[in-house]
C-alpha cells in the first residue's frame, strides 16, 4: 500500500492570518473577501482549500473546516435575520420584501416562470372570434367549458 504523502505547510498560515480569515467568513464575507482582508491573494487561499480535500486531517484540513462551519453559520443568521424583517414587513402591509425572499431562496418553487404558448406545431395561436363559430363549434366550446353541464348563464 502506497504512503500519502504528509501535507505541505502553507505559506502565511500564522495565527493571525488564520483569525482575520475567520473573522471575515463569520461576518457574512466570502472566500475572496477574507483572503483579502487577511492580506492574502485569493489564490493562496484556494490552494489551502485544495490542500484540505487532499489532507483534510491536517492543520490546514482542521481550519477549512472551521471556515466552512464559520460561513455556514453566518449565512443561517443572514437568512433568519433577512426572513424575520421580511415577514416583519408583510404584516406592516408590505408583502414585497417577503416575496422577494421567498423567490430567492426556493426559486423553483416561488419564481416567475415563464411560458411560451404556441399553437398547433408550435405555430402561431390562431385567434376566432366567437361571432363566426358555427353552432356545432359553439355547442362543443360550451361542453368543454362546462363539464359538468352547469348553467351557463344564459
Do not use: Y
Amino acid at each position: 500500500m502506497k504512503k500519502r504523502a504528509e501535507a505541505p505547510m502553507p505559506i502565511h498560515f500564522e495565527v493571525e492570518t488564520r483569525e482575520r480569515i475567520l473573522f471575515c467568513l463569520k461576518t457574512g464575507g466570502h472566500w475572496c473577501t477574507a483572503a483579502a482582508f487577511a492580506g492574502l491573494s485569493p489564490s493562496t487561499l484556494r490552494e489551502w482549500r485544495k490542500w484540505a480535500k487532499q489532507w483534510p486531517m491536517s492543520d490546514v484540513g482542521k481550519f477549512i473546516a472551521e471556515c466552512r462551519k464559520a460561513m455556514a453559520s453566518a449565512e443561517t443568521t443572514a437568512s433568519s435575520t433577512a426572513f424575520t424583517g421580511a415577514v416583519a414587513a408583510a404584516k406592516r402591509g408590505n408583502v414585497k420584501p417577503l416575496e422577494d425572499f421567498l423567490v430567492m431562496r426556493w426559486p423553483e418553487r416561488w419564481g416567475r416562470k415563464r411560458v411560451e404558448l404556441t399553437g398547433r406545431n408550435g405555430g402561431p395561436i390562431e385567434h376566432r372570434p366567437l361571432a363566426k363559430l358555427d353552432d356545432a363549434k359553439l355547442e362543443q366550446l360550451d361542453k368543454w367549458l362546462n363539464p359538468e353541464g352547469e348553467p351557463n348563464g344564459d
